[in-house]
Every structure is written in structure tokens, then in C-alpha cells.
């Protein structure tokens, strides 16, 4: 075998992809560690709200139920001692609220956050709405007309129900309950999905509607209880989009004005270190730091170098083991699996690809030996008649020219027959389906067969079920139901009966025909289809056909999306029943 070159070894490609990866992870860590180190370094106290978003999380709450800050000092305690913080609350003028404990003044320090519950810090707490939704404001509905509320969403409830849809009721920090649709089936158009406003929530409402209006210049404002604003026009009593669109942005600002009396004034939160600052940590580029990277890579680069050479001699081992099997002359020999990786994988797909063309050659020596069978026959007897003229033996007369034309036809139709199975085999035996009536269409093939079948003295007999107008390829559906017929003709015998059954329905049709012949054994009969096959191998051509009906005939039924079977019981005769896909009814 010659040596693969140097630059193409394997293995040489797998060290230089490893050390290549081993450099690229090493340069990648070192340059991220740094980093990381360089971005501590930098970090001021308080900077972020990474160790506890709680702290800003509750401290917003109690500014949303509050007015002011008068009893935030336990909270600002409690949360202080758990995380073991300095926490200075300031108002926006730096004047301190409530601080945890003392420590280095905070004026020139950046806050944390800004506690605002109506300008929520969007990327800290991840939401999608500046007001916090938790500031109830003015609109506080009684005892009485919460359980009025419920009584209508429980009515709501139902009527989403009887949409096919689900939904919850759900009650939020003002004391309003709401139907949120949890599974939308149909759309509930019928159903009333937010109630109507109560009596103590109208003045309210009303004034959030005229803070609206005049921040938008505009005389009138339709404001829904779910808050969305519509500017309708007067006269078409339609919507005006670009007016409803400059309306809908002064919300959020009406909004804050009504809401700012009830939560707790803005204020800046500080989460500090209650001790010393930290010691700056050690520069990643220190001598020290360096001496630990390069010792850390070359150790890698080592292990690296002695995995891939370990690793590929033993993938090299077996894929050597392939080549050579590959490159027998015969191509058939086996090679061990010797386990379930790639590897193992590839060398059972080379064994199956081995087995298979052990039997594609088999098939294509049987098949090369029958048709040289198959046509020596009509050839060996054109040959011999045209001699025979040539000696003087034989005259060139009508009978002698019917003779020579019957072989020649004979041999055309093997010709045509091996024609149309390799075009299935290849996939491109074309049909092309028309409507038709199948009765029809099977009374032609039983008419044009009558002859022979009187011939042979055997009764051919037709049976339908209705006159079903069926779609498929009316010359390859005659060609089936002949070579059918042609078979069954053939095992017969005098005295003996054929006959074609046909019936349409459900987007099938099925065809049977059934003979009263010697029947086929068992053990012959998963052989049938196969090519230039014959049960009785003493049989001549004359009397057993070309042997490629029946695989033709299948053939057909298969390309019109059926199949054809055999059943038989030997001396009482035997059945072929094709089954195709009506394509009217699909």
C-alpha cells in the first residue's frame, strides 16, 4: 500500500487541529480572565444592583403603596443586616432619607437605581410599563362593588367558556379583579371582557379622560376602562388615527400627574460596602499572572499533542483495516465492526454495501442469463427458416413469412416488456390518468382475449359491481388486466374457467382475476413476481409465456398507488387481485 504523504497524514491534521484549538481556548480564557479582572478593578461600589435586585425590587413596592418614606427605615434595616450592605436612600437633591449605617458620604457617588414607582427602571426589572402596576392612586373600588365586579366576571367566565376558550379572574393590588383568557379557541365577540367602571372609580376616571384631552388639544377623548384612547371624528363618528395616535402618547403623562400624590417622591437608592473599600485586586499582567498563563498553556499544549497522537493511531488502525478491504478486487470482503463509533458505523455500512452487490451481481448474471434465454429462442428460429431458404430447403411463401413474423412479433414483445421494467425500476414509467369507465374499459381486454380462450377451450367470464367511472391510465390498466388474463388463459386447461371481477368505491378499485387451473404451491407462490420465473421450468415459451406479465402487471398497479397479490390453493386454481388508487376520489 503506498504511504499517505506527510501534509495528508491524519493524524498530522488532527495535532495540528488540536494545538490549534488548544491555542485559540487558552488565548480566549487569558484574554476573558483579564478582562473580567480589569472590569472588577474599575467597578465602584454601589455601581449595580447585581448582588440582591430584591433590595430594589421591595423598596419600589413600598413606594408604590406609600405617600412618602416616613416608615421605610425597618425595611431599609432588615434587607441591610441580611445582605451584610450599606443601603442610603437620598432624595433626588442628595438629602438623606433613612442610611442602614454611617460611612464615607455618598454626594459624589453614582446611585444604584432610582426608586420612582411611576418611572420604573425598565432594564433592571425587566417590564414592559414605566407606572408600576402595584400604585392603586384613586381607584379603589368598595367591598360592595368588588363583589359586584366579580359577579359580572364570573357571568364573563361563562360565556368565554361557552366560546370553547378559557380564562382566569384575577384580582390586582387595587382591589379591580380582571379576566385574563389563559386558552383562545374562538373568539369570544359576544362576551364582556373588562365590566364598566363603578361609582367610586367615574370621578377618576373622568378626570384621568380630561388630563388626556388637554394635553392633546383635543375636545373630546374616548377613554375605555381597560385604558385605550380613541379621538373620533364628530361628524363620521369614525376613529382619526393620527389624532388618536397623539392623544394615546399624553396617557402615560396624565397618568403621573393624577398617580403623584399617592406613591412615595423619587429617591436615590445606594448599595454599598459597609466597611473599607476593597484592596484593588492583583493586575492580570503581573509577573506572577504571566508565569501561571504560560505554564497553564504549555501544560495544555502537551496534553493536547499526546491526545490526538493516541487518539489517531487508533482511528488511523481501522480506517487502514477499511481501505484495504475496499480495494480487494472482488470488493466483497468482510472487515470487523469493532465498536459503535463512526468508525464502527462506516465498516457495517461497507459489509451491507458488500452484501448488496454480492446480490445486485447474482440478479444481474441471472438476469443477462434470461434474457439470452429468452431471446435465443424467436432468434435461434428466424435463423434457422432463413437458412433453410438459403440451402433450397424452405421456399419463401405466405406460410413461411407468418411463421418468421410471429417470432419477430414474439421477440418484440419481450423487447417491450424488458423495456417497460426497466423504465420501473428507474421510476419513470409515466401514467397518465383520464376518467374512464372501468367495465369498459376491461370488456375490451376479456373481447380481444376470447379467441385465445376459446382456443385453449376455457370459459372467460366477466362480473361488475355497479359502472364505476373510475381515473387512471386506460392503456396501462388494459395492459395489466391482459397480462392477467394472458396468465390465467395459459394455466387454465381445457374445460377450464377465467374470470375478471372489478369494483370501485372509497378511492380504490380492485381487479381480480381467478382461474380454475392447478393452482401454484405454497413454497412457489412468493415467487411468482419474479422475472422469467415459471413453476415448471420444462415448460416452453409457447406454452409458459415470456415470464414477465405478472412483474409488469405489479409494476402497473404499483405506479397507480396499489399492489397487486396472488392467493391460491393448489389443484382448485388461483386468484390475482390488483388494487389501485382511484385518483377521482382523492
Known amino acids: 500500500m503506498s504511504r499517505v504523504p506527510p501534509h495528508r497524514s491524519l493524524i498530522l491534521r488532527l495535532l495540528v487541529t488540536s494545538v490549534t484549538i488548544a491555542i485559540a481556548a487558552v488565548v480566549a480564557t487569558s484574554w476573558l480572565a483579564a478582562r473580567s479582572t480589569s472590569q472588577t478593578i474599575r467597578q465602584e461600589i454601589g455601581q449595580s444592583l447585581s448582588d440582591d435586585k430584591s433590595v430594589y425590587d421591595e423598596l419600589l413596592t413600598y413606594a408604590a403603596t406609600h405617600k412618602d418614606w416616613s416608615g421605610v427605615r425597618p425595611l431599609v434595616a432588615d434587607r441591610a443586616h441580611k445582605l451584610g450592605r450599606r443601603i442610603t436612600l437620598m432624595t433626588e437633591n442628595r438629602q438623606v432619607i433613612v442610611d442602614s449605617t454611617t460611612g464615607p458620604s455618598l454626594d459624589l457617588a453614582r446611585p444604584s437605581a432610582g426608586v420612582d414607582p411611576l418611572g ?17 392612586g384613586p381607584y379603589r373600588p368598595t367591598a360592595a362593588e368588588q363583589k359586584e365586579l366579580r359577579r359580572q366576571l364570573d357571568e364573563s367566565l361563562e360565556c368565554v367558556r361557552s366560546f370553547g376558550s378559557e380564562a382566569i379572574v384575577t384580582t390586582g393590588p387595587h382591589g379591580r379583579p380582571k379576566l385574563a383568557i389563559t386558552r383562545m379557541t374562538k373568539e369570544p365577540y359576544l362576551c364582556q371582557l373588562v365590566p364598566e367602571l363603578t361609582r367610586s372609580e367615574r370621578g377618576p ?3 384621568l379622560r380630561k388630563l388626556v384631552a388637554a394635553c392633546a388639544d383635543e375636545p373630546d377623548v374616548t377613554l375605555t376602562p381597560d385604558l385605550i384612547v380613541t ?9 382619526v388615527p393620527d389624532r388618536t395616535e397623539r392623544a394615546a402618547q399624553c396617557l402615560d403623562g396624565a397618568r403621573y400627574t393624577q398617580l403623584k400624590p399617592y406613591v412615595a417622591p423619587t429617591a436615590l437608592l445606594f448599595v454599598t460596602d459597609p466597611g473599607n473599600p476593597v484592596a484593588p485586586a492583583a493586575s492580570p499582567f503581573s509577573r506572577q499572572n504571566l508565569v501561571r498563563t504560560g505554564t497553564t498553556t504549555a501544560i495544555v499544549l502537551v496534553l493536547a499533542v499526546l491526545v490526538t497522537v493516541v487518539v489517531g493511531g487508533r482511528l488511523v488502525r481501522p480506517l487502514r483495516a477499511l481501505t484495504e478491504a475496499a480495494r480487494q478486487p472482488s470488493g466483497y470482503k468482510r472487515v470487523p465492526v469493532t465498536g459503535k463509533d463512526e468508525i464502527g458505523y462506516l465498516a457495517t455500512a461497507l459489509n451491507e454495501l458488500a452484501e448488496r452487490r454480492e446480490r445486485s451481481e447474482e440478479q444481474r448474471k441471472a438476469m443477462v442469463n434470461d434474457v439470452a434465454h429468452e ?3 424467436p432468434l435461434t428460429n428466424i435463423r434457422s427458416w432463413l437458412e433453410a431458404v438459403q440451402d433450397g430447403l424452405a421456399t419463401v411463401d405466405g406460410p413461411l413469412l407468418t411463421r418468421l413474423h410471429d417470432e419477430t412479433v414474439h421477440l418484440q414483445h419481450i423487447v417491450d416488456d424488458l423495456r417497460d421494467l426497466a423504465a420501473a425500476d428507474a421510476g419513470s414509467l409515466r401514467m397518465h390518468p383520464e376518467p374512464m369507465y372501468l367495465d369498459d374499459a376491461i370488456e375490451q381486454v376479456a373481447d380481444v382475449h376470447q379467441p385465445s380462450a376459446a382456443a385453449a377451450g376455457v370459459s372467460l367470464t366477466t362480473s361488475f359491481t355497479g359502472d364505476p367511472e373510475v381515473v387512471a391510465d386506460p392503456l396501462r390498466l388494459r395492459q395489466l388486466v391482459g397480462n392477467l388474463l394472458s396468465n390465467a388463459i ?47 421450468e420444462s415448460r416452453t415459451r409457447s ?9 409488469i402487471a405489479r409494476k402497473i398497479a404499483e405506479a397507480h398507488g396499489g399492489g397487486l397479490t396472488a392467493e391460491s390453493t393448489p389443484g382448485e386454481g388461483a386468484t390475482f387481485t390488483a388494487t389501485l388508487t382511484n385518483r377521482g376520489d382523492t
Do not use: Q, Y
Request: aromatic letters at 4%.
Open 120 to 136: 420604573v427602571d425598565l432594564a433592571l426589572t425587566g417590564r414592559t410599563e414605566r407606572i408600576d402596576p402595584r400604585v392603586v
Open 205 to 207: 376616571f373622568e378626570s
Open 231 to 239: 379621538v373620533v371624528d364628530p361628524v363620521k363618528g369614525v376613529p
Open 375 to 377: 431471446l435465443r429462442n
Open 490 to 536: 395459459r394455466h387454465s386447461g381445457p374445460g377450464g374457467t377465467v374470470t375478471v371481477r372489478a369494483s370501485a368505491g372509497a378511492g380504490r378499485m380492485t381487479i381480480a382475476v381467478a382461474d380454475t387451473g392447478a393452482g401454484i404451491a405454497a413454497e412457489d407462490l412468493p415467487r411468482v413476481f419474479d422475472r422469467f420465473w415459471r413453476a415448471d
Open 543 to 551: 406454452t409458459g409465456g415470456s415470464g414477465l406479465g405478472l412483474p
